[in-house]
């Protein structure tokens, strides 16, 4: 398998989390969890988790779009592979340090 097929796979990958976050708020029962909060830090809370599921489409798009530039090592595609890799590694380590 070659690193354009690679990275097309990983594109997808990010639509697949996607998939599984959407389960996320009813697996979690956020409406309860989340009605003993203000309403502003209710409301924050809403706007991050919908700030986190755009990134990772944009992503997952840009992954999608662009594996062949990234594959070829282009500056601009090395440089959203590198805010790509930065961006799950700080979700890994911080998933990684919750208990």
Not at 24 to 53: C, D, E, Q
Request: hydrophobic share 65%.
């Amino acid at each position: 398998m070659n690193l354009e097929t690679l990275l097309t796979l990983a594109g997808l990958g990010h639509f697949g989390i996607l998939i599984a976050s959407f389960m996320v708020p009813k697996a979690l029962n956020w409406k309860a969890n989340l009605a003993s909060l203000p309403p502003f830090l209710r409301t924050l809370f809403w706007v991050y988790g919908a700030f986190i599921v755009l990134t990772i489409a944009g992503l997952g798009m840009l992954t999608l779009l662009h594996a062949k530039a990234m594959a070829a090592g282009e500056p601009v595609a090395r440089s959203l592979a590198a805010f790509i890799a930065v961006f799950w590694s700080a979700l890994l380590a911080r998933l990684a340090t919750t208990r």
